[in-house]
Each structure stands twice: as structure tokens, then as C-alpha cells.
């Protein structure tokens, strides 16, 4: 069975899936919960234009969507802008992790970096090099912990604010 295709149990009660259709407006609604007070929300348009199939997921919490993780093909050492959608696809070997939320009433249960451990499995068995990220809100921290490297020296669209650090770390 492929990952990127199965329904995964991460926890007693949560189930991490491949992203759906249907599963958008709930999306765009943990989205702006999340980053809308520190001006880093996107809209449904930027959000929807980072979606790649089989390296985007969900959680689904009692039938609903607790959280999720957006993963894009793109060149390394570069970062979407939030401030408007993708015009193009891609082509890369590094997969970038865009976005990833967890709902409120879940966090503190360790599903985030989980969901990052389960996209460095799917990386790998699709042959991603590496897998970039731009941390927000100190979040470089957690993500150091896990094995990502900060890259001070990467410029970041002015979109990300003053605080963002680009991270990666290889697949391999």
C-alpha cells in the first residue's frame, strides 16, 4: 500500500488522509482562525493553488477536519508569498511544506510534527531530496528539534514578516 494513497491511524482517534475536495472550506476556516490576527492568512485562492497531489493531507477528528498539511514541489531555498496564488507548477526534488494547522482543541497531542514525520515517509517513497519549510511565530524551535535546519541567509517574501526563518532538512 502507497502512503500517499492510505488512510493512516496517527492517534486512538485521529486518521490522517489524503486532502479531498469537500475538505476546503474547513481549510480555509483553520487557516484564518490560525494566522489571520498576525496578517499571514492567505485566502482560499493562495491555499488552493498550493495543493499537490499526494503530499497533502488532513486529519479527520470525529468526522471533521482537525487539521492539516499543505506540501508543494518547489525549488529549494525559495517560499511561496502569501500574498497571492501560485501561477505555475514547480518541477523540483525538494517538497516544501507550506502550511500546516492543527485545530485548537487538539494541539498538545504532538500531531504536527507526527504529520511532518508522515510526509518525510511519503517524501521519501516519492524521491524527494528534501523537504524546506518557513516557520513562523518561533515555531523554528519545535522544528529544529525534528531535525530541520534554519537558514538565516534565505530571503523571505516581505509576506512572512520579520520573524520567519526558511528550515530544511534532507530526505534522504
Known amino acids: 500500500m502507497r502512503l500517499l494513497d492510505a488512510e493512516l491511524l496517527l492517534d486512538a482517534d485521529v486518521v490522517v488522509r489524503p486532502l479531498a475536495e469537500r475538505d476546503w472550506d474547513a481549510i480555509v476556516a483553520l487557516e484564518a482562525g490560525a494566522y489571520a490576527q498576525d496578517g499571514l492568512s492567505e485566502g482560499r485562492e493562495a491555499l488552493k493553488s498550493r495543493y499537490s497531489r499526494g503530499t497533502c493531507f488532513v486529519l479527520e477528528h470525529e468526522d471533521q477536519v482537525g487539521g492539516y498539511l499543505l506540501a508543494l514541489p518547489y525549488p529549494p531555498f525559495t517560499s511561496p508569498d502569501l500574498s497571492h496564488a501560485e501561477d505555475a507548477d514547480h518541477p523540483s526534488r525538494n517538497l516544501h511544506a507550506h502550511d500546516l494547522v492543527i485545530a485548537?482543541?487538539?494541539?498538545?497531542?504532538?500531531?504536527?510534527?507526527?504529520?511532518?514525520?508522515?510526509?518525510?515517509?511519503?517524501?521519501?517513497?516519492?524521491?524527494?531530496?528534501?523537504?524546506?519549510?518557513?516557520?513562523?511565530?518561533?515555531?523554528?524551535?519545535?522544528?529544529?528539534?525534528?531535525?530541520?535546519?534554519?537558514?538565516?541567509?534565505?530571503?523571505?517574501?516581505?509576506?512572512?514578516?520579520?520573524?520567519?526563518?526558511?528550515?530544511?532538512?534532507?530526505?534522504?
Not at 494541539?107 to 510534527?113: A, F
Not at 517524501?123 to 522544528?143: D, K, T
Not at 520567519?164 to 534532507?170: D, E, F, Q, R
Open 104 to 172: 485548537e482543541h487538539l494541539r498538545g497531542r504532538s500531531l504536527g510534527p507526527r504529520l511532518l514525520t508522515h510526509l518525510l515517509s511519503v517524501a521519501r517513497e516519492l524521491g524527494y531530496e528534501q523537504i524546506s519549510m518557513v516557520a513562523v511565530r518561533g515555531a523554528h524551535v519545535l522544528w529544529g528539534r525534528l531535525g530541520y535546519r534554519a537558514h538565516p541567509e534565505v530571503g523571505l517574501p516581505a509576506s512572512y514578516g520579520t520573524n520567519a526563518v526558511y528550515m530544511s532538512m534532507k530526505v534522504g
